[in-house]
């Protein structure tokens, strides 16, 4: 970033005189200006010379001002540690997603509904971090791996929808995904990054997929991985979206609702993380905000300036002015000789 800035502004005023001086030269036969070789200009700098031989005196007059005032460039530059964090989302898509326990003001909305906009500004907060993202209902697929582009990511994350995926709810997959999106993640780690860790969202129970939740939970303490828990969503009688066969509403059905507390506890203890109930929306963004706070660096960083004096060029442009000035002059002079 360059900023130009004057050292002695205070010589600018000297720039108000000038036309002042011009004006009274102009009434004179003897110089009105004490400047350098003021004396050899005579008229031609100032006034009775030609027009061209008066600017160029003018123009060299007025640079020597700037000159003295010390015109500078400071160009700053910030240096901040480039450590992050390797982190790995991993989002439940199961059909009880589309719960409508939570409230937008005074709208009822199903949860992936409230998730979305809360996972989006947790990633856009994260500038020094990698992230990616694993969706999961009966299976688990990653949506993104790990990246920088957090734009490209929380777009994606808009666009995720219930129904993408086989129903049913696949924790342990889920973990045992974004485990193997993080350990890609190492290879490319070249000791830049502080750390990895998991955030899992999800409001059920483990009811499909070919790892057990505490078993991936082992392997994630394997890895030196943490795994932070959030339970989405009430417990007990819900509403629920009734769809037809194209997925359009035709109604509303009211559900049971459980979620499996003990376990999501018991993965996060044993991977030294946190659990979070999120049964509303401020508590699911109160969850993301503490994760955001427990696991991020605070980086130190260091400014400083490169200064670029400029006077030198202001007084070379004022000398070529005035000896220009100069010079028309004696031309003048000489024709008006012969």
Known sequence: MDEFALVDPWWLLALIALPVIGILRSRRASAALVLPFAGNWQRSVFAGGSKLSSFFGFAGAALIVLSLARPQVLDFERQTKSKGYDIMLV?????SMLYEDYKDGLKSINRLQAVKPV????INKRDNDRIGLVAFAGQAYTVAPLTFDHHWLSSQ??????GLIEDGTAIGDG?????SRLQEGTKE????REGAFIILLTDGANTAGSIEPIAAAELAVENGIRVYTIGAGRDGIVSMPRLNAKGERIGTVRVPSQTDEPTLKEISRITLGEFYRADNSNTIKNAFDSIDKNSKIEFESHQYSVTTELFPYFSIAAGVMLFG?????????????S
């Open 157 to 162: 994350t808009s666009r995720l929808a219930i």
């Open 175 to 179: 973990i045992g995904v974004a485990l």
């Open 189 to 192: 780690r070249s000791g830049d």
């Open 119 to 122: 996972l989006s500004a947790f």
């Open 91 to 95: 989002l439940d898509l199961s059909s």
């Open 325 to 337: 000035s100069l010079a028309i002059g004696a031309m003048n002079r000489k024709e008006v000789l």
